[in-house]
């Protein structure tokens, strides 16, 4: 990975510390001293990482828009103050990451070091739109109740397993009001309903031009842009939409309304796993234990997983009482953090990339990790011996 750094006077002395931090790990940084010899030599190449720091000459966004544009290969990486940090920006400019300045040596190299991987595994995976060699896993995330963060842990759990470099594609399904496009700051012009009749209706199955790149790894297949277009979509394209999206990506992920209509029933029925999104109210508990008696009854029940979401008392005993009254293990508590979430949902970027530091951020992604496989546990060991017996 080739490090380069627009430098200005300030950052002199850091500078110095990281290469020699970064030497040490066997990488090396190159300083553009202006912006003229930036534009002159950057190459644009896939395996190039730029450091941009915020510097009162220039609007470090604008900037990252521009040499984004020029280059598209390169990877870009934003300092700035904590008061300045602007995810939505960072996100429009194509920033891959906002890091917050004046930073530690240590925490820098870490963060290269963590960016690396995720540009490396980026490049494996950007193939493009590619059927016939993957048979992507299915995960729909329901309940029959409104607004108890289906959506909300849809998003986030789709750029959880971005950054963890699986290929993901949600799909909002929430035909009449969805809000998964928004949620990514995203302004679809084709939806699932141009795809039922430009596409299906003429016997093509081609999804590419519908769906819309939003984070690393992240495609989404939005929700109609008016609500009475939703009765156009039925099963059977639900399913052929879902044969589809299987070859192409390694995970699906299905985004609900709070009922089970048609759609959603072929949905759970092709999907390997259900999220069932509760919460610690009784009439959300009511519903939860109704659905899962339904879901039994459609003998989709072994693929339930309940999530408890705006979880208030973590370790607490309500929990169990979900337990109970569910008679199903919990599977995950998502706290509750009212100002993140919505903080997140306004500024269309995840809480996953914009406060990946949160609490709330940290249990979606190690869902994501539980979702795959990944035990915390281990994984909190492997990371220690390797760093022990790290070979470069
Ligand atoms: N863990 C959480 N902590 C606090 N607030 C949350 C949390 N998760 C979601 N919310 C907030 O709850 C509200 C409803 O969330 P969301 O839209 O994800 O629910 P939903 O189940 O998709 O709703 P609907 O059934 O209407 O589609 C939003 O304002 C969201 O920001
Ligand atoms: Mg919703």
């Known amino acids: 990975m ?9 950052d002199q002395n850091l500078i110095a510390e990281i290469q020699s931090a970064l030497s040490q790990n066997g990488r090396h940084l190159d300083c553009y001293k202006s912006l003229e010899e930036l534009e002159d030599k950057l190459p644009n190449k896939e395996d190039v990482l730029l450091v941009l720091p915020s510097n009162p000459a220039y609007d470090v966004y604008e900037l990252c828009e521009r040499i984004s544009f020029l280059f598209p290969l390169v990877s870009i990486v934003l300092l700035e103050a904590k008061d300045q940090m602007d995810w939505k920006r960072a996100m429009q400019a194509k920033a891959i990451d906002l ?3 004046p930073i530690s040596v240590d925490s820098f190299v870490q963060t290269i070091e963590d960016l690396e991987k995720r540009i490396v595994t980026r ?3 950007l193939q493009p739109y590619n059927k016939a060699h993957k048979d992507g896993k299915v995960i729909t995330v329901v309940s029959t109740k409104g ?4 959506t909300t842990t849809s998003v986030n759990l789709a750029a959880a397993f971005g950054l963890q470099g699986k290929r993901v594609v949600l799909v909002d399904l929430d035909l009449q009001f969805g809000d998964v496009a928004i949620s990514f700051n995203a302004k679809p012009k084709k939806t699932i309903y141009e795809w039922v009749k430009q596409e299906y209706e003429n016997e093509n199955s081609g999804l590419q031009d ?9 495609a989404i297949l939005a929700a109609p842009l008016r609500p009475e277009l939703a009765e156009s979509i039925e099963g059977e394209h639900v399913s052929q939409l879902i044969a589809e999206l299987k070859q192409a990506y390694d995970l699906i992920i299905i985004d609900t309304p709070p009922l089970l209509v048609e759609t959603v029933l072929v949905a759970l029925d092709l999907s390997d796993e259900i999220l069932l999104i509760t919460a610690l109210d009784l009439p959300t508990l009511k519903n939860s234990k109704i659905c899962v008696e339904t ?7 072994e693929k339930i997983k309940v999530i408890i979401n705006k979880d208030s008392q973590i370790g607490g005993l309500m929990a169990k ?10 599977y995950a508590r998502i706290p509750s953090d009212f100002k993140t979430a919505v903080f997140s949902l306004n500024s ?7 406060h990946a530091k949160s609490p709330l951020a940290k249990q979606v992604t190690a869902l994501a990790k539980k979702l795959n496989g990944i035990d915390p546990l281990e994984e909190k060991q492997r990371k220690f011996w390797g760093r022990w017996f790290k070979t470069s």
């Open 295 to 301: 879901f039994d009854l459609l003998k989709l029940k």
């Open 123 to 125: 490049l494996i995976k």
């Open 321 to 330: 009482n979900v337990e109970q009254v569910l008679n199903m293990p919990v």
């Open 99 to 101: 890091l917050e300045w």
């Open 348 to 354: 269309g970027v995840p809480f996953v990339l914009s």
């Open 2 to 10: 080739n490090i380069k750094w627009l430098s200005s006077v300030i």
């Open 147 to 150: 607004g108890v963060g289906k």
């Open 210 to 218: 519908y769906l819309i790149s939003v984070t690393e790894n992240v």
